[in-house]
C-alpha cells in the first residue's frame, strides 16, 4: 500500500461516486499513477470531482475519458455498462485494462465481451467495500484499506495485465483475491445481495404497518431495527440494476433463507426452545471469526457508544 | 439525569449481565439509590458484581436480596421469571415496586401476576438499550442515555409507584413511555424481535452452505453479511425465550416479512425492475428519520472507519 511506483501512467474512471471518488483519492494517497482523468454524466459531478481531488482532469464523455488511457475503470451502476462499452470501445487505447468496480461479474462480462475490441483486456473486479453513502462527496482514500478486492478475469487472460490490476488495488490498500464469475455471483448472493434485500425488505415491512406507528419504529429502533436501515439506505439505482443482474444466485440463496425462516417460524409456532437456542448459539461464533479476520470492529455496537455518548 | 436525590434507599437487583449491571452502574452515576443489593446463581458473578461495583452488597439468593428492598428489578431472562416470583414472593417489603427489563411484556405480567403478594406494585419496564455482549463485564453507565425506557403497568397501578419508577429510569439517563404490555410486544416484534431472527436466521443459511466455504463467507462480509452478525451474537438464552414468550406477535410480524419478501423474490424473477427501485428509494428516508430522533448515529458505516482504519 506504501508504494510510490507507478502502476499505469493514465486511469479513466466512468463515473466518480463513493467507489469510483474513493479509487481517485486512495490511488492519489499511494501515488501509483500518473493522471486520473474522471467523467461523470452531470457537469456538477466533474465539478465536484476536481474540487475534491479525485481526479487531476475530467472529460464531459466517457469516449473522450478513456484516450490514451492505460486503465479504464467502469464506476457507474451496472446496468449501463452495455452502453458503456459501445461507447468508449473504439477511443480505448490498444493494450488497455477494462475493469469494474460493480457487485455482479457474470452479467458484466456478458455486457462488455461482444463490445469491446479484441485488443484490450477486459478484467472485472469488486471491491467489498463501502457505505451507506453515495455520491462523490462520500468518497475517501482509506475504504479499501484492509478489505477484499476479487477480480474475475476470462479464461486465458493475459498474466502480466491481470498481475498490473493486482498491484493496483493492493497499492490502494486492498487485498486481492481471483474467482471465476458465476462463483463471485454465488459468493456475494449470500454476503452481500441476500442481506441487503432482507435489509430492505424489513424495513419497507415495518413502513407499512398500522398497529404500529412509524413514530414507535423510529423511537425503539435501537432495538435492533435500525441497523438494517444502513444497508436499507444504500443507493437504490446500484441496487435495482443488482438484483436483476444477479437474478439466479440470488434467488438460489434466497430460496435457502426462506426454507430456514420457515423452519424457524415452525420452531416458534411449537415452542421448540432446543431448535432455536441450538441456532442461537451456533451463530455467535461466526462473528468471532470476522472479527479475528480483521473485516469487522472488536468494539460492541460497533463503537456506536464511543461516539455517540458524551459519558 | 444529574439529579442527585435519592429515588429509593435501597434497590434489589436480579441479575447483573448487560443490563443488570449497567443499572447498577447508571444508579451509582446518578446517585439515586442508597443501597444496591445483587444477586446472581454463580459466586463467580457476585464476586465479579462486587470488584466491578455494580452493587454494593450481594446476596446468595433472590430471596434474600429483596429483603427491605423498595424496588426490585429482574433482569435475568425472561424464562425464570415464573420461578424468581415464587420464590421472592414472601419476602418483599410491603408497598415494594417489583420490575423488570425484559423485552416481552405480556409473558411477564402473565408469569409474575399470580405469584406475587396483593401488597407489592408490579410495574414491568424494558429499556431499549443493549450490546450483542453479555454478562456482568458487558455493562456500563452510559448505556441507557438517550435511549426509551417503555413501562407496561397494569390497569389501576399506582400513580406514585409509577412516578416513583418513572423518575428512577430518566434519573439513569432514559426517557419514559408508557404503553399496554400487549402494544408493547407488538411494537418490539417488528423493531427488535423480528430483526434478531432473520439476523439469527441469515447467518445460520451462510452457515450451512456447501458451494461457498466458510472462510469466503468470512472474508467477504463486509458486502453486508457482518452487520446481522452483530446481532445475532446476543445471547441464546434469552432469545430463546424472548421468541417463545412473544409467540402470537412474531409470528404476525413474520407473517408480514415473508409475505413482503415473497414480493420481492417474485419482482427480482420477472425482472420488475420499478418494483424494486420504488421499495429501495422509500426506505433510505426512515435511516434519516432515525438519525435525527437520536437513535442512531450520522457517521457513514456507524463510524466504523473511525476505529478500524489506521488512516
Request: charged share 20%; aromatic share 6%; net charge negative.
Amino acid at each position: 500500500m506504501a508504494t510510490d511506483s507507478v502502476i499505469f501512467d493514465r486511469i479513466a474512471l466512468i463515473g466518480v461516486g463513493l467507489i469510483g471518488g474513493s479509487i481517485g483519492l486512495a490511488a492519489r494517497r499511494a501515488n501509483c499513477v500518473g493522471t486520473i482523468v474522471a467523467t461523470a454524466r452531470s457537469a456538477e459531478t466533474r465539478q465536484a470531482a476536481i474540487e475534491l481531488g479525485l481526479a487531476d482532469q475530467v472529460a464531459e464523455t466517457a469516449a473522450a475519458a478513456v484516450q490514451d488511457a492505460d486503465c479504464v475503470i467502469l464506476c457507474s451502476p451496472v446496468g449501463a455498462f452495455g452502453d458503456i462499452g459501445a461507447e468508449i470501445a473504439a477511443h480505448l487505447k490498444p493494450g488497455a485494462i477494462i475493469t469494474d468496480v460493480g457487485s455482479v461479474k457474470g452479467a458484466v462480462v456478458e455486457a462488455l465481451s461482444p463490445v469491446l475490441p479484441a485488443n484490450v483486456h477486459l478484467i472485472p473486479g469488486h471491491p467489498i467495500a463501502g457505505t451507506e453513502k453515495s455520491g462523490p462527496t462520500a468518497g475517501f482514500a482509506s475504504l479499501f484499506d484492509q478489505r477484499w478486492c476479487i477480480l474475475t478475469p476470462p479464461e486465458g487472460a493475459d498474466g502480466h495485465k491481470l498481475a498490473q490490476l493486482d498491484a493496483f488495488w493492493t497499492a490502494l490498500g486492498a487485498e486481492v483475491d481471483v474467482m471465476t464469475p458465476a462463483h463471485h455471483d454465488l459468493v456475494l448472493a449470500i454476503t452481500s445481495h441476500v442481506p441487503h434485500l432482507i435489509a430492505y425488505n424489513i424495513v419497507g415491512t415495518a413502513d407499512d404497518l398500522e398497529e404500529v406507528t412509524q413514530g414507535e419504529v423510529i423511537k425503539y429502533s435501537a432495538g435492533g431495527f435500525r441497523d438494517f436501515t444502513r444497508i436499507a439506505a444504500s443507493d437504490p439505482t446500484m441496487w435495482r440494476d443488482i438484483f436483476l443482474a444477479n437474478k439466479d444466485a440470488v434467488l438460489e440463496m434466497l430460496g435457502r433463507f426462506s426454507e430456514d425462516l420457515s423452519s424457524l417460524q415452525r420452531a416458534i409456532r411449537w415452542g421448540d426452545g432446543d431448535a432455536l437456542f441450538d441456532l442461537f448459539s451456533r451463530t455467535r461464533a461466526i462473528r468471532q471469526q470476522i472479527i479475528d479476520a480483521g473485516q469487522e470492529t472488536a468494539d460492541p455496537d460497533f463503537g456506536r457508544h464511543n461516539d455517540d455518548d458524551d459519558g
